[in-house]
């Protein structure tokens, strides 16, 4: 029961801490001013207005008897009601009105229709709150005459309800408005935050952050900071010695080239040449791997413009691009352009041709490519993203490499907050999706 209840609270409340903050604040006031109008109502002004609308109905009464008793002194009467109480008094033999003018949720009107049904009776009586600005409109039967009065609308109501909805309705805004400015000021550190938490989790440098707000966050996002700088130097310290180890294994391989370029066998000079060719392009593969995109800063890039900047750079009729679509994403354009090389010049080295489509939704754009190779295994999609890992059987077997391509193309990809899938193609090679946010 109370699983189910907490279950359906959570998908009423809003989502977000500024909004649910908001709640707790505004609720209680609101609920409170709420509870102040229903004591006021029932406890004072119904009782009040009752009381005074008794009182009215009851000199309405003592008319029709005087009336009734003397019709002859008709013009003293309602000189003295009009000069004492501001009453306007006329008797006519008209049609008593049909059509009631009562207006049904009016505390006011419901009031003066009990009082006048509890002494004159039904249907013996006629009145509209309405018709005039600052009076009441009341008609009573009196045998076959019609007596009206026009009575000011003060002495029916005690108070006025607007002036007294205003002052229980402003001051609550004023302490909502309040709320918000303050709830706002201390919500955006955690959004400040949670964005720069976003950017770090990119990839990016994140220089610019200040921590501010309350205590707790404050000292919450002082911890973020010193993280995100440990981890900076940590990669900057490892990027400067895989470079330092890069240059020295760069010389002892140059050397070994030029000693074997002075080798008068010329095919075992070839052969090694070879291994030294791989062994150089083994080394590139393990550093760029480590570096990834670390000192990349992110950009706006255009989708459209890179995809033919690489369409142009391949200059080949077997990579065919379709249905590109025009959208700018925030990301690192190099390190973006380097995974979608790595899965065309994938597919142009284990199949004849690569096929390259964009589709977009409402915030995200799907990235297809498709080649008409040999294919992978479905159960060797997730291998395949491991480092170091090589599907010599379905791939070609002479083609070198060190099973980081995909590695690095799921890393850059899931940095840029995008994810991709593999599948199999209407080719009957292979498809790589990739889905980024715009």
């Given at each position: 029961?109370?699983?189910?209840?907490?279950?359906?609270?959570?998908?009423?409340?809003?989502?977000?801490?500024?909004?649910?903050?908001?709640?707790?604040?505004?609720?209680?006031?609101?609920?409170?001013?709420?509870?102040?109008?229903?004591?006021?109502?029932?406890?004072?002004?119904?009782?009040?207005?009752?009381?005074?609308?008794?009182?009215?109905?009851?000199?309405?009464?003592?008319?029709?008897?005087?009336?009734?008793?003397?019709?002859?002194?008709?013009?003293?009467?309602?000189?003295?009601?009009?000069?004492?109480?501001?009453?306007?008094?006329?008797?006519?033999?008209?049609?008593?009105?049909?059509?009631?003018?009562?207006?049904?949720?009016?505390?006011?009107?419901?009031?003066?229709?009990?009082?006048?049904?509890?002494?004159?009776?039904?249907?013996?009586?006629?009145?509209?709150?309405?018709?005039?600005?600052?009076?009441?409109?009341?008609?009573?039967?009196?045998?076959?005459?019609?007596?009206?009065?026009?009575?000011?609308?003060?002495?029916?109501?005690?108070?006025?309800?607007?002036?007294?909805?205003?002052?229980?309705?402003?001051?609550?805004?004023?302490?909502?408005?309040?709320?918000?400015?303050?709830?706002?000021?201390?919500?955006?550190?955690?959004?400040?935050?949670?964005?720069a938490a976003e950017r770090f989790g990119k990839g990016d440098y994140v220089n610019d952050f200040r921590p501010s707000g309350a205590l707790e966050i404050r000292k919450a996002?002082?911890?973020?900071?010193?993280?995100?700088?440990?981890?900076?130097?940590?990669?900057?310290?490892?990027?400067?010695?895989?470079?330092?180890?890069?240059?020295?294994?760069?010389?002892?391989?140059?050397?070994?080239?030029?000693?074997?370029?002075?080798?008068?066998?010329?095919?075992?000079?070839?052969?090694?040449?070879k291994d030294i060719d791989e062994m150089e392009k083994m080394l590139n593969d393990y550093l760029a791997f480590a570096k990834n995109q670390s000192q990349e800063e992110t950009?706006?890039?255009?989708?459209?413009?890179?995809?033919?900047?690489?369409?142009?750079?391949?200059?080949?009729?077997?990579?065919?691009?379709?249905?590109?679509?025009?959208?700018?994403?925030?990301?690192?354009?190099?390190?973006?352009?380097?995974?979608?090389?790595?899965?065309?010049?994938?597919?142009?080295?284990?199949?004849?041709?690569?096929?390259?489509?964009?589709?977009?939704?409402?915030?995200?754009?799907?990235?297809?490519?498709?080649?008409?190779?040999?294919?992978?295994?479905?159960?060797?999609?997730?291998?395949?993203?491991?480092?170091?890992?090589?599907?010599?059987?379905?791939?070609?077997?002479?083609?070198?490499?060190?099973?980081?391509?995909?590695?690095?193309?799921?890393?850059?990809?899931?940095?840029?907050?995008?994810?991709?899938?593999?599948?199999?193609?209407?080719?009957?090679?292979?498809?790589?999706?990739?889905?980024?946010?715009?």
């Open positions: 029961m109370f699983y189910g209840l907490s279950r359906i609270l959570k998908i009423i409340l809003p989502k977000r801490l500024f909004y649910r903050a908001l709640i707790i604040v505004a609720a209680p006031t609101i609920l409170l001013q709420f509870i102040i109008t229903i004591v006021f109502f029932d406890s004072i002004w119904i009782k009040a207005n009752k009381n005074v609308t008794r009182s009215l109905v009851s000199q309405l009464k003592a008319i029709q008897d005087v009336y009734q008793n003397d019709k002859k002194n008709l013009d003293f009467l309602t000189d003295s009601y009009e000069n004492n109480f501001n009453f306007e008094i006329g008797v006519n033999k008209d049609e008593f009105p049909s059509i009631s003018g009562e207006r049904k949720f009016s505390p006011m009107d419901r009031s003066l229709r009990r009082e006048l049904k509890s002494t004159f009776g039904n249907n013996n009586y006629w009145f509209s709150t309405s018709k005039f600005k600052n009076a009441v409109e009341i008609k009573i039967k009196s045998e076959n005459e019609i007596i009206e009065f026009l009575i000011p609308k003060d002495m029916v109501a005690t108070s006025s309800v607007r002036l007294f909805v205003l002052w229980t309705t402003l001051p609550s805004i004023v302490l909502i408005i309040i709320a918000i400015i303050f709830l706002k000021n201390q919500t955006k550190p955690l959004v400040r935050l949670a964005k996002a002082y911890e973020f900071d010193r993280m995100a700088k440990r981890i900076n130097r940590h990669l900057n310290q490892r990027s400067e010695m895989l470079s330092g180890i890069s240059h020295d294994l760069r010389t002892p391989l140059t050397r070994l080239k030029l000693q074997l370029a002075m080798l008068k066998q010329k095919d075992l000079s070839n052969k090694m040449s950009e706006e890039l255009n989708l459209l413009n890179l995809f033919e900047e690489i369409k142009k750079n391949y200059n080949d009729k077997n990579l065919k691009v379709k249905n590109l679509e025009d959208v700018k994403i925030i990301g690192r354009s190099h390190a973006l352009r380097r995974s979608f090389e790595n899965i065309i010049q994938n597919g142009l080295t284990y199949g004849k041709n690569v096929f390259v489509e964009m589709q977009r939704s409402a915030n995200r754009i799907l990235i297809i490519f498709e080649d008409d190779g040999p294919g992978i295994p479905e159960d060797q999609y997730k291998n395949v993203f491991k480092p170091f890992f090589r599907l010599d059987k379905s791939r070609s077997l002479n083609q070198s490499g060190v099973g980081l391509g995909l590695a690095i193309v799921e890393d850059i990809i899931n940095s840029h907050g995008g994810n991709i899938q593999l599948a199999k193609s209407k080719y009957n090679g292979l498809l790589v999706k990739i889905s980024l946010p715009f």
